[in-house]
């Protein structure tokens, strides 16, 4: 999964691709947040629906440059298949949640290093790209602690404020 190869989409396609994928993550961070009790984990949630809004951001900057005619308009699903999250449960464990958030992120890690890799011969982009690409590893690294921590809550079946996602 290192390349992911996104020869045959557009740069429109590219670009809506990241803003779905960031709106999308910032939606869920965003709403997870709203759910927990723990103080702790609320302010690394809304950290992280932060910092995807601060990505959002960037690509539409990035998208009125390239299409300054267009406005943007988000498909309900990214052209480009990434991993996405999805709470269908209210009873779903945090553990597994953690889990395909982590998914996103990785896939969105290589995601924009593919993108870089695309748009080499623009150097500052590319390396603005590369840069966002390793601040989803960093991402993934929080999670990847959440989550640990989750399963040890979970393993003893125990009811916690923070493990309460429900309403």
């Known amino acids: 999964m290192n390349n992911m190869n996104i020869d045959k989409y557009s740069k429109k396609d590219l670009f809506l691709t990241a803003l779905k994928s960031e709106e999308n993550s910032k939606n869920v961070y965003h709403d997870l947040a709203g759910r927990v009790k723990n103080f702790m984990l609320k302010d690394k949630l809304e950290f992280l629906s932060a910092e995807e809004q601060k990505h959002y ?44 958030a982590m998914n996103a992120e990785k896939a969105a890690h290589y995601f924009y290093l593919s993108l870089a890799n695309k748009f080499k011969m623009d150097e500052e982009l590319s390396r603005r790209l590369r840069y966002i690409a390793s601040m989803e590893m960093g991402h993934y690294r929080l999670l990847e602690l959440e989550k640990e921590q989750a399963e040890e809550f979970e393993k003893y079946d125990v009811e916690f404020d923070m493990m309460h996602i429900g309403p």
């Not at 990035?62 to 009873?91: G, H, Q, R, Y």
């Open 57 to 100: 951001d960037f690509f539409s900057k990035l998208w009125k440059e390239v299409f300054p005619a267009e406005e943007i308009i988000l498909p309900n699903e990214t052209p480009v298949p990434l991993p996405e999250i999805i709470i269908d449960s209210e009873k779903m464990r945090f553990s597994d949640i953690f889990l395909q």
